[in-house]
């Protein structure tokens, strides 16, 4: 199974026994904001982008829940 966007292409994997997230769900969008603030410099015109696409729907919390029933097993 992947995850996608046409951001990210490739967010997330699950493959044999493991998985893996390019995202961080564990990371609320006050903190993700701060990061990019932050990092603004680095990031240029993209940071306002992202900060935008914080105030949009997520799927930080169904995440979440896929990662707590893979670690319960």
């Known amino acids: 199974m992947s995850l996608a966007s046409e951001f990210t292409p490739l967010a997330g994997l699950a493959y ?3 998985i893996s997230f390019q995202c961080h769900p564990e990371f609320t969008a006050d903190f993700c904001a701060a990061l990019l603030e932050a990092r603004r ?3 240029g015109p993209e940071t306002d982008r ?10 930080s919390a169904l995440m979440q829940h896929w990662i707590g029933r893979f670690v319960e097993g």
């Open 50 to 59: 992202a900060l935008q696409s914080l105030r949009e729907p997520h799927d």
């Open 16 to 18: 044999g026994d493991a």
């Open 41 to 43: 410099a680095v990031r």
